[in-house]
């Protein structure tokens, strides 16, 4: 079981990073503190013990810290979203609106097997764009993205509204920029 911890006291607030008015909730002051990152990764193994995950997919860069030590835990197959022009294989791409700029997310084709059932990983859900890029691609190959997680959220962005129909779930929620 995930041990009792104040998540909140790990993770550093950046003023106007990377441009002005934006909050930038950074995750590398949990990555630096070995408990605070157990947590994390304890805690999702802990909320999707009883679900059916057949495999993890994570968005880069990092959605990948928390959903590959998942992936091994749990025994199942860690699925790359990549930024455009990184994957060598077959691929599919989707382009979406960020917070703060525009970007694109590509899959391996060969990666997910059709009818697989894919927990969907990023640090952190803003307006959920990037999820809802992610999510489409996947089930664009057949898979179904039955839930999602963030180790944080900002629900103030909506990312509830841009994810409907699927399950959200974050550690730690922000109302405030
Ligand atoms: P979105 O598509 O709007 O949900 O944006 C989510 C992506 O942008 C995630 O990969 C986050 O790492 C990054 N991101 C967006 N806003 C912030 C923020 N305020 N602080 C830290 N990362 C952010």
């Given at each position: ?51 059916k995950?057949d ?62 059932r ?26 179904e993205?039955p ?31």
């Open positions: 079981m995930a041990e009792k911890l104040n998540l909140d006291d790990y993770i550093r607030k950046i003023p106007d990073f990377p441009k002005k008015g934006i909050l930038f909730y950074d995750v590398t002051s949990i990555l630096t503190n070995p408990r605070a990152f157990q947590y994390c990764v304890d805690r999702m193994r802990e909320i999707y013990a009883d679900k995950i495999a993890v997919a994570a968005i880069e860069a990092r959605g990948f810290i928390f959903a590959a030590p998942f992936a091994v835990e749990t025994h199942v197959p860690l699925i790359l979203l990549r930024k455009k022009g990184k994957l060598p294989g077959k691929t599919i791409h989707r382009s979406y609106e960020l917070e703060y700029g525009e970007a694109a997310v590509e899959l391996h084709v060969d990666d997910v097997k059709k009818g697989q894919v927990l969907l990983v990023d640090d952190l859900i803003a307006t959920g764009g990037t999820l809802l890029a992610a999510k489409e691609l996947l089930e664009e190959v057949g898979a993205v839930e999602i997680f963030g180790v944080m959220g900002l629900p103030f962005l909506n990312y509830e509204k841009t994810l409907t129909g699927v399950p959200v779930t974050t550690l730690i929620e922000y109302n405030h920029e």
